[in-house]
């Protein structure tokens, strides 16, 4: 009986832990709610980026595709969302993000079909040019995007015809703190689901994965599909808090930003990309509100100070260090 | 016994090199066949080409009666053609039972599912003791491969291949940088594969050779030297003379 109750109590410990999670993010989420009140506009933002940098750690942490590209998917659903409002009368907040995802899912299409063409060094170079080239369009398409100005009058319905979009943006920061749980719970069950074993297979050694008889590049194509989804979902949701979608949503500056964030909290895991969002996004606030000239200087010897300290990143390492810490006992 | 594999005049040049020299062979159900050579005598190169992760430059690969040779390596695994590798390939993240949990979703065409964990899926759990159980890997399911020894670790490379539960089986070196003290694991794990399965097994042990072929064929630089008799292949004088020269260089 040992033998069955043991990968038993595994998958209870997995859901154990999940929930723990859960808990965490809706308590910070309410925690955030009370404790900064005036800053609920900057709340929400890191939530929309959190799910661009969840997006990333998808096709990046699980799947092993670097990317410098992958605010096209973000950018593409604000655009999405923006125009569906502001040129459709599309203005029904749930719609907006509906479409958002599935703005985000084509983009996350077309890059899947061009970066799985190249591989290592070329497929950087190609995220980059991606993102160029969404950025390019969206500027020349400036009849639908407001071009260099931004895409404005964007002017959400209340949230089920009931909560009104207030000043302080409270309504649209339990929007956002909704859709992050939503999104942290599905995601979960992807990476533990028969298919997130798989990418995390290919991740690792896609020849032995091929004498598996499976196919790397499709896992790896709904992959982008999916994670573009969840990045069209954090656009949407910045098109409907900021009412304005700008150039720099598709940016690669945004991109690499990303990036950024991921190894930061650490590659691989759904806590690593929320805590590397968190943690960046609040250290570029209080330090480039306490030293505006020098506050890139202080995030790049974060970012340096961490690489080498901590190379699996702020979660990875602490993880790491607990589980030899319990092997140890 | 049916023949299930057939190889006919597979050839591979590197550039003006012919590795792979016109080599022919075929295989029934339940074939036992030892593939020997020197070093780089080519075996592996052989491998490679009837898996599909090597294209031939001439030549035909059957399986079933069935020409697969313009398959790729995932469509020859799919239609039961499966390997191992001199080299164990694995994913050091994972654990023994995700390894064998993954092949047998694979195996079943379930490794596209979006939700579910295989551990609460009882007859994949199921299939995955049992295989485990049958290699004595049960005790390591839930390690990381990374922490366990080679010898297992090849061990787990034979349990891959099984829950693919393929037609043919090609092994390369199975018992390849295992100590001497931990052979007899392997022997045994080779003795327990499926009766009726058709199995290709490369090995410089000649021990092991012995025991487990009923069949050899000798491979030197790219060509079948000899096709029979384990018996017989130690009197075979291009054998010897094939070995000597590989020793004398
Ligand atoms: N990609 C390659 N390009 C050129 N020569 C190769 C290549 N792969 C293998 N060879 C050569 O083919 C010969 C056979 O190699 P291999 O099949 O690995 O031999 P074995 O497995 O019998 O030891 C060797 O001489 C090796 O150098
Ligand atoms: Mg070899």
Redesign the interface.
Known sequence: MT?IS???G??FN?TLSGLVGLAAIVGCGVAGYFLFPDNLALLTRIVAVALLVLSLDLVTGYCGIATLGHAALFGAGAYGAGIAAAHFGVVSPLAMTGIGLAAGAVAGLISGVVLLRAHGLAQLVLSIAVVHLFHEAANKASGWTGGSDGLSGISPDPLLGLFEFDLWGRTVYVYAVVLLVIVFVLLR??V???????C??IR??K??V??????VHG?QL?MFV?SGAVAGVGGALNAISTQVVGLDSLSFTLSAEALVMLVLGGVGSLYGALIGTVAFMWFEDVVSAANPFHWLTMVGVLLIAVVLFAPRGLYGSAAALLTRGSGRR | MSTVFEVTRLRKNFGGLTVTDDVSLSMATSDRLALIGPNGAGKTTFVNLV?G?LAPTSGTVTLAGADITRL????R??RGL??S?QVT??????TP??HV???V???EG???????????MPRV?EEV?DILGTLGL?GL??RKVSEIAYGQQRLLEIA?ALA?RPRVLLLDEPAAGVPQSDTGRIERALEMLPPDLAVLMIEHDMELVFRFARRVIVLAAGKVIFDGLPDDVVKDARVREAYLGSYAQ
């Open positions: 033998a043991q990968p038993a595994q998958s997995r069950f992807v533990h689901s028969p298919f997130g074993m798989l995390r297979g690792e050694d020849v032995r091929h004498a598996m008889g499976a196919s896992a709904r999916i | 898996t992760n790729n390596a995932m469509q695994v799919r499966v390997r590798f390939r694995l994913f050091q993240e994972m039972e995700e949990a993954l092949a979703l694979q195996r379930r490794t596209g599912r979006l939700f579910g964990d295989f551990r609460r759990m003791r049960d399911a839930t891959l693919l």
